[in-house]
């Protein structure tokens, strides 16, 4: 119980992510975990419909990234939103933002997750947690809790930090609790952190490894990400393998990575020599393989809950859905000129390029978020120099599974 005292008292002084809610209206931040298409087809293979009985819970919803941009995709649809957190600093923060956006299917509550059940909230379709399991007191309890709230055909959206991508981290941290230890104020321990920083050798193994990943040089530039950083008092990292065995300890099982791309081996290791492992070994030898993984985000749903697969791509009622918000505004002047090409980035060789010829352009082009497969398919084979029926649905497979692979596009039953 102290530590989770200490962890509540960090996010009351130093609310996170920082954010400023009068700016709201300029960005909608969308993190990729909670983008509908992606839910719908990771827990339902896109055969779910959103009603007015389709409800969510945002656990741990902190300042409310996730919240709000779930709160968007549902508007005007009568599902609920459910944002919870202990901190009534977070949640002001997160409320502004809603209320801002004219977010009225948001509902509020101050609470530790562990109480989710005792509270009488739910059950839900969807609960999604990110950053948060990780810090708690018993993470296999806070996970439990959030299972009892579940529907039994619901799914859950979680991200916890990945062990190996954090041993930097965990090497500052080390050294911090030395130097700033938690009898400090927040403050003062933030001053330390910083000066520390400042004072170390540019040799430094760890610091320059921090400083060399983005994901934590940014969090390092605010105070609020700084702290959740480097002076943490509750932080625990897993690896693949543990990610198997806590959801199995909680009855769930895991049903996708957010972005399977990287937790395939033949990502990394073309000759095929690990294609006849398990699921799960494959998916642990990926991230070994991958060597800097900091955060592991996927979906996951009741051990007893019917398997579900999802659409195949070559379905002809099967409508594909870009899932990052804007992307089909963004998709057009990107694939104007013959050879543009839409580039999907993992920082190296890894890249996923797409969209130089023009059946692979006219495809892309096709996928608006209403037209069903053989729509898109009938249109493209109109193209210059009229590709055979076969050549253009071999095309079409190859680009859905390379695009559903990084994440990039869902397919869906349109009601
Ligand atoms: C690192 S922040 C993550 C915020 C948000 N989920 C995100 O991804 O941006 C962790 C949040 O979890 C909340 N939290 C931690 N333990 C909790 C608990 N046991 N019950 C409710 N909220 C908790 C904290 O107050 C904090 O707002």
């Known amino acids: 119980m102290a530590v989770l005292a200490a962890v509540r008292q960090q996010y009351e002084v130093l609310p996170y992510p920082p954010r400023d809610p009068e700016r709201e209206l300029e960005e909608l931040r969308q993190p990729a975990i909670v983008e509908l298409p992606r839910i719908l087809e990771a827990v339902w293979g896109g055969r779910r419909q959103i009603?007015?009985?389709?409800?969510?819970?945002?656990?741990?919803?902190?300042?409310?990234?996730?919240?709000?941009?779930?709160?968007?995709?549902?508007?005007?649809?009568?599902?609920?939103?459910?944002?919870?957190?202990?901190?009534?600093?977070?949640l002001g923060i997160a409320r502004r933002r809603a209320e801002l956006r004219g977010l009225d299917h948001v509902r509020f509550v101050q609470a530790s997750l562990e109480d989710a059940s005792a509270l009488g909230l739910g059950p839900f379709d969807f609960i999604v947690t990110t950053g948060v399991l990780?810090?708690?007191?018993?993470?296999?309890?806070?996970?439990?809790?959030?299972?009892?709230?579940?529907?039994?055909?619901?799914?859950?959206?979680?991200?916890?930090?990945?062990?190996?991508?954090?041993?930097?981290?965990?090497?500052?941290?080390?050294?911090?609790?030395?130097?700033?230890?938690?009898?400090?104020?927040?403050?003062?321990?933030?001053?330390?952190?910083?000066?520390?920083?400042?004072?170390?050798?540019?040799?430094?193994?760890?610091?320059?490894?921090?400083?060399?990943?983005?994901?934590?040089?940014?969090?390092?530039?605010?105070?609020?990400?700084?702290?959740?950083?480097?002076?943490?008092?509750q932080d625990r990292a897993y690896t693949v393998p543990e990610i198997y065995d806590w959801l199995e300890g909680a009855d769930l099982r895991l049903q996708e990575f957010s972005v399977p791309r990287w937790y395939d081996p033949s990502t990394y290791l073309r000759d095929g020599r690990t294609n006849e492992l398990p699921e799960a070994q494959r998916h642990a030898v990926a991230e070994l393989l991958h060597g800097a993984m900091a955060k592991h985000e996927f979906y996951a749903v009741a051990s007893d809950a019917a398997p579900v697969s999802p659409l195949a791509s070559a379905d002809p009622e099967a409508v594909p859905v870009w899932s990052a918000w804007g992307f089909g505004e963004k998709l057009a002047p990107a694939l104007q000129r013959p050879g543009d090409q839409l580039r999907f980035s993992f920082g190296d060789e890894r890249d996923v390029a797409l969209g130089g010829d023009p059946l692979t352009r006219a495809l892309l082009a096709g996928i608006d978020g209403r037209r069903p497969v053989a729509a898109i398919l009938d249109a493209a084979a109109d193209v210059k120099g009229r590709p055979s029926a076969a050549a253009v649905q071999r095309r079409w497979a190859e680009m859905a599974a390379a695009l559903r692979d990084v994440g990039a596009l869902a397919f869906q039953r349109l009601a």
Not at 61 to 74: H, K, S, V, Y
Request: glycine share 8%; with cysteine.
């Open 51 to 90: 009603d007015a009985a389709f409800s969510v819970l945002d656990a741990g919803c902190g300042t409310g990234d996730n919240t709000i941009f779930l709160a968007e995709q549902l508007r005007g649809t009568g599902a609920s939103v459910t944002a919870l957190d202990f901190s009534s600093t977070s």
């Open 134 to 233: 990780h810090h708690l007191d018993s993470p296999d309890a806070g996970l439990r809790a959030l299972r009892s709230v579940l529907k039994p055909d619901g799914g859950m959206g979680v991200m916890v930090y990945a062990r190996y991508g954090r041993e930097p981290v965990y090497e500052m941290q080390a050294l911090l609790r030395h130097l700033a230890p938690r009898s400090l104020e927040p403050a003062e321990r933030l001053r330390i952190l910083r000066s520390t920083i400042a004072s170390l050798p540019r040799t430094h193994r760890a610091l320059g490894a921090l400083l060399s990943t983005p994901l934590f040089r940014d969090e390092i530039t605010s105070d609020a990400g700084a702290y959740d950083l480097l002076l943490h008092t």
